[in-house]
């Protein structure tokens, strides 16, 4: 070998591992605990599994900053700007200019907005219609500037408008060419836009190069279904994905934090976990039986099964953390004895069979079976029909179980979650259904009264008092809040600190990358 040819190769040999350093990683693959999506339409995407795709698809007038779920913390997004009268009835919102939509559907425009939260306050159209029943009218003043216009003042209208649920702006020329195949084609103005769903294996995303807020670090998304959770373990371990959904389980987290290159996300929202007992069946219309089922539920066990960094008692019918939680509702605490004497009483002395729906996402089903075990201590028996996830929610919403194991967050406000879960007008299989699976009634005037109070201190009371009366009927029994639990590659940013996320799930943003 000559001089020159030695140098060249020496050349070579420092050549390869420089350009392998070089291009960071821009395919990002998320491992999600799911059989199939469900809908991807936002005013109808209800379960975590679409939620959390979703968010990196649209915007909304305006958003959480990324990693918090605070009020405090509502910023502008496809609005730049927005001013409200005196009474806040009527507010104005400036759109942002030659903001566009994925797929060449041409510019946002005030008739977008308008098209999308008329479509949000229809139940036809959308699963968060009761959100919008304070609307009388959303108008397009010109181009750029939306309208909304109220019967009434509302606690948090910004918390509606925000992004998620029904919050989220679709193109109404996409809605209405593509009809029902939107729920799976859909098409926002985020970061990423789907470019392929292959059924029972992933949905495919990749990055929106016209972005307004700047072309995304990543080029594309795989959002893998994964619903066993010890094959996205694995996965996971063996470098095969770069975010897991995890398991919140106290013996999951520490061991996952051990691995080499973890990274452990436990954040908010706590889901609350609550058993909504249907009333309009027997025996459930007995409230000796639904006595029975609360004394029978043991909380402390529930939350030792799951463990101290991942879970918290709760103490109402709502999550903890929202505006006007009452800590002292009067929940029934554990007591086998009074359960057993109470079914007794109702006629029930060797015990009864409940028919119960519930969904097979490997965590759900673990806490429902911790439930059935608890139950059946009191003579409680759960004859458990387990279904695909998305099933679940159709069947659960056709009012055919006689209870509903239901873990849900919502904006932090405690009118949001007494009107979706408690309010008659949001009843399952009524024209304006929500997810009131228990036909609960009892604090109708008090949620009403509170959406108009102007006084903060009587708005709380209020609210506080229906969680009450609601705990005394015992329409649901609370269970366990449960945190939200990821974990991602050291080597990956989000571009931001994750202490929180409506969507529950890690937001990707056009910022997030690989180190």
């Known amino acids: 070998m000559t001089f020159r040819q030695a140098l060249l190769a020496a050349a070579l040999s420092f050549a390869v591992p420089l350009a392998a350093h070089a291009a960071p990683k821009t395919d990002l693959v998320v491992g999600m605990a799911a059989q199939d999506i469900g809908k991807l339409d936002p005013h109808l995407a209800v379960s975590t599994i679409d939620r959390t795709v979703v968010a990196w698809i649209y915007n909304a007038l305006v958003r959480f900053k990324p990693g918090s779920m605070s009020p405090a913390d509502i910023e502008p997004d496809l609005a730049q700007s927005w001013e409200f009268s005196a009474d806040k009835k009527v507010w104005t919102f400036h759109l942002r200019p030659g903001v566009t939509f994925q797929g060449g559907y ?7 907005v308008v098209f999308s939260l008329t479509k949000s306050g229809d139940p036809k159209r959308s699963a968060f219609s009761a959100d919008f029943a304070a609307f009388e009218k959303v108008e397009a003043l010109d181009k750029l500037t939306v309208r909304i216009t109220l019967k009434q003042t509302l606690p948090s209208l910004l918390g509606i408008l925000t992004n998620y649920s029904g919050g989220f702006i679709v193109s109404k020329k996409a809605v209405e060419t593509l009809g029902d195949s939107f729920a799976s084609k859909p098409v926002g103005t985020g970061p990423f836009a789907v470019a392929s ?22 080029e594309k998304i795989s959002y893998r279904f994964m619903p066993s959770n010890a094959s996205r373990d694995l996965a996971f371990q063996n470098g095969e994905l770069d975010v897991e959904y995890g398991i919140s389980d106290q013996t999951w987290v520490d061991r996952t934090r051990k691995l080499p290159g973890a990274v452990v996300d436990v954040f908010e929202p706590a889901e609350e976990a609550i058993l909504h007992l249907n009333m309009a069946q027997k025996p459930l219309d007995d409230i000796r039986v639904r006595q029975a089922i609360a004394y029978a539920v043991n909380r402390p066990e529930l939350q030792r099964w799951q463990g101290p960094t991942v879970s918290r008692m709760p103490a109402s019918v709502i999550p903890g953390g ?13 007591n086998l004895d009074k359960a057993k004497a109470l079914l007794a009483e109702a006629g029930f002395p060797n015990g009864l069979t409940l028919k119960v729906v519930h969904t097979q996402l490997p965590g759900m089903l673990a806490g429902m079976q911790v439930v059935q075990a608890e139950l059946k201590r009191a003579g409680i028996n759960l004859d458990l029909q387990v279904v695909e996830h998305a099933t679940y929610h159709q069947m659960i919403r056709e009012d055919l179980s006689a209870m509903v194991y239901y873990s849900a967050s919502r904006f932090p406000v405690a009118d949001f979650y007494l009107t979706q879960f408690y309010h008659s007008r949001s009843i399952v299989k009524t024209p304006t259904a929500v997810t009131n699976f228990s036909h609960c009634t009892v604090a109708d005037a008090e949620i009403d009264a509170a959406r108009t109070e102007p006084n903060d201190a009587k708005q709380i009371a209020l609210w506080q008092t229906a969680q009450k009366k609601i705990t005394a009927a015992v329409c649901a029994v609370p269970l366990i809040e449960t945190l939200q639990t990821w974990v991602h ?4 940013d989000y571009g931001y600190e994750l202490k929180g996320s409506l969507s529950l799930g890690p937001l990707i943003t056009e910022l997030t990358q690989f180190k």
């Open 106 to 112: 041409g510019e946002l425009t005030a008739d977008d």
């Open 489 to 492: 590659k050291d080597t990956l």
């Open 322 to 334: 929202n505006l006007g939680y009452a800590a002292d509702a009067g929940l029934l605490e554990f």
């Open 197 to 218: 769903l292959t059924p029972n294996q992933s949905l495919e995303l990749v990055a929106n190069k016209g972005y307004f807020r700047g072309a995304p670090k990543l």
